[in-house]
């Protein structure tokens, strides 16, 4: 039974596979097709990635494209809702025939549109998705980022080293495979380095009232909380845990990254910390120059983490068609598996057997209701 | 759980479930006048929330930030905001169906309800992505030993408790609620009686939307994130709480409220539980629509039919 549900799909994506390849070859533009949270609960980092992914295309383009031709985006809205990735990337390779796929932030997302990417042989590469299990969806997937298992390890070493932390308690959102990937991971190398949990709690992404386990969270006395969540769930988090006296630093993973997590948290934000993949005043050369482009190209905004990620993905998928000389899907895979020492503006980085990034990862306190680029944690 | 967690936990669960009291009450009221949900309701609280958004910063700017009455202010214009678009939903979508079946209107209802989120999703009216709600008044914490008492924990259950009891001096003690109470008994009847029906079911529509209004500023003052679906979950638990405390009833819609927020909380804070925090409210619906069907206030009526 299961098999007839994904032949037909599978032989309708066949089809429309083979009449788009002969389309084509006739084409004046290579088509790249994205799709990110552009709105919903979680916009900016849909947005930022989309315009990191932008300035990247304009840049390829304007020194002349790649194999003589220049590069087309094509960007669908997934609303941040679960559902959408699949049409978004149905349309993109049937309806557009796309040559490959950019996207999406968020883990959940991801994983939809990973299997029908890997059914079509059209190459995928997400910019910042961190489960494992994204890229296990097939050889034609890939990511511009480190995965969960070396972002909770970090973590917890942070907790126990940087913060001294050995008392932790943690609280999960039940509804995101990003939330329950990274506490895992966290949790497994936290205990492995002494450390205990005193609470494990959960919420469901979008609630709005977490005093109830905040407050067991508090009678557990732990010296910190660890919140792998996105951002809206946790400016909320870190405002109730004000109101309820927790006064402890909050620490999570890169799904704090975002301008609205100060916009919702304001001054509760503050002494909080999290793990990104780079961050804007970490004073690197490239990085400093793309600030600089990147301010100019969108009305002075400072860019964030999944930005840098959007326009490294890009730029990594350039390199690579440039690489294979073709833009036939086994081909192209081939290229991007092949890609070694990448010279990106998130740092140096590989692609592993896995098809994961190999890189480092940063630390950010927030401070004065800014961002402060804190450490360095190599793999 | 010692003594003073459960404490803590109880001021939790009665602020939340204040709200969700609040928002029943608007639910209640409409169906004891009209005998239909209005599920649009949800959507109002949400329009109510917005409309301070745009609000507070003006009045901010004649009174100074986060001062009582301009506070006060932002939630009486809201509230008047909302009651124009309460009433203007009835008479778009609701009027025309008078006379049809409540099935109809109560499916017409889903669809207003559903027009109004994802037409707010557009980028040129809300858009869908999460606004901050500025802080309309300097929050406190009271501590009393290691319990935390916050001012907004004290300040929705008095606005819900001086609510319920205006609402049930409208109903009981004036004129147009008596003119309510006739048309809830008998349309046709009130009408022949010389009872403007049209006028009153406005009526009812717009004080319920003012209601809405009061509950998605007190809800917003509570989680200051705000986006164009944020009504669909305290909307869906005031629901359950209007039936569980007897649909129509007043004081049974804010018995209901405090009764899912409360053991929605106790849930939320214990381990291995805080994951099915909301299979309880949609349990406890179960379990009343079970054993007392007309809800634990609610009086038994037989339907003829």
């Known amino acids: 039974m299961k098999l007839r549900h994904f032949a037909i799909p599978a032989f309708a994506v066949c089809l429309a596979l083979g009449l788009s390849n002969c389309k084509k070859g006739g084409g004046d533009t290579i088509k790249v097709g994205e799709f990110a949270s552009l709105t919903g609960k979680e916009a900016t980092f849909g947005m930022s990635s989309h315009e990191g992914t932008l300035l990247a295309i304009e840049e390829v383009n304007a020194t002349g494209g790649v194999l003589g031709k220049k590069v087309e985006l094509l960007t669908e809205d997934d609303q941040s809702k679960p559902g959408e990735p699949a049409n978004a990337v149905n349309k993109l390779i049937s309806k557009d025939s796309v040559v490959a796929i950019l996207g999406e932030v968020a883990s959940s997302r991801s994983l939809e549109a990973a299997p029908i990417c890997q059914q079509s042989q059209i190459p995928m590469i997400s910019p910042a998705s961190t489960n494992p299990s994204v890229t296990q969806a097939g050889d034609y997937v890939f990511r511009a980022c480190f995965t969960d298992p070396f972002q909770g390890a970090a973590l917890a070493n942070f907790s126990t080293g940087t913060l001294k932390a050995t008392k932790v308690a943690m609280l999960t959102d039940v509804k995101s495979d990003y939330s329950k990937g990274l506490a895992k991971c966290f949790k497994d190398k936290f205990l492995a380095n002494g450390g205990t949990l005193t609470t494990e709690l959960d919420y469901n992404g979008g609630d709005k009232d977490f005093k109830a386990q905040l407050t067991t969270i508090k009678n557990g006395n732990p010296q910190a909380v660890f919140v792998p969540g996105y951002y809206t769930d946790v400016a909320l988090i870190a405002i109730q845990a004000k109101q309820i006296g927790l006064t402890v630093p909050l620490f999570g993973g890169d799904g704090w990254e975002s301008s609205v997590l100060l916009d919702i948290g304001k001054d509760d934000m503050n002494g909080n910390y999290f793990s990104t993949h780079c961050a804007a005043d970490q004073g690197t050369p490239k990085m400093t120059a793309f600030v600089e482009s990147y301010k100019k190209r969108f009305n002075g905004k400072v860019p964030d983490a999944m930005a840098v990620l959007g326009y490294d993905s890009a730029m990594l998928l350039a390199d690579a068609i440039k690489r294979a000389g073709t833009t036939e899907g086994p081909k192209l895979r081939d290229a991007i598996a092949a890609t070694k020492d990448f010279e990106g503006v998130s740092g140096k980085f590989s692609l592993n057997a896995d098809r994961d990034a190999v890189k480092a990862l940063v630390f950010i306190k927030i401070e004065g209701g800014k961002f402060r680029y804190t450490a360095t944690v190599n793999p | ?305």
């Open chain 2, 1 to 305: 759980m010692d003594f003073q967690q459960t404490i803590q936990q109880l001021i939790n669960g009665l602020g939340l479930g204040s709200i969700y009291a609040l928002i029943a009450l608007g639910y209640t009221m409409v169906y004891g006048v009209l005998r239909f949900i209005n599920f649009a309701h949800s959507d109002v609280l949400m329009l109510g929330a917005f409309s301070a958004l745009y609000i507070a910063p003006k009045v901010e700017k004649v009174l100074g930030p986060q001062s009582v009455t301009g506070a006060i202010l932002v939630i009486v214009f809201s509230a008047a905001v909302c009651a124009c678009l309460g009433m203007l939903i009835e008479f778009l979508a609701y009027r025309p169906l008078r006379n049809r079946p409540k099935l109809t209107v109560l499916i017409t209802a889903i669809g207003v309800s559903l027009f109004i989120e994802f037409t707010c999703q557009n980028d040129a009216i809300f858009g869908s992505a999460t606004r901050a709600f500025p802080k309309l008044l300097p929050e406190q914490q009271f501590h009393l030993g290691k319990i935390v008492l916050g001012s907004n924990d004290i300040i929705v259950p008095v606005v819900t408790a001086l609510l319920l009891v205006g609402m049930w001096f409208i109903v009981q003690k004036t004129r147009i609620g008596t003119a309510m109470r006739a048309v809830s008994f008998n349309q046709q009847a009130a009408s022949l009686m010389g009872v403007p029906v049209n006028r009153i079911i406005s009526f009812t529509f717009g004080l319920g939307s003012a209601l809405a209004a009061v509950a998605g500023i007190l809800y917003s003052m509570k989680a200051p994130g705000i986006e164009p679906l944020m009504g669909v979950q305290p909307g869906l638990r005031a629901f359950i709480a209007a039936v569980v405390g007897g649909i129509g009833n007043l004081p049974g819609a804010v018995l209901g409220g405090l009764l899912i927020g409360v053991l929605e909380t106790f849930a939320g804070g214990i381990p291995g539980l805080s994951n099915y925090r909301d299979a309880i409210a949609f349990g406890i619906l179960i379990l009343i629509l079970l054993f007392k069907p007309a809800g634990l206030l609610g009086r038994a009526t037989i339907e003829k039919v």
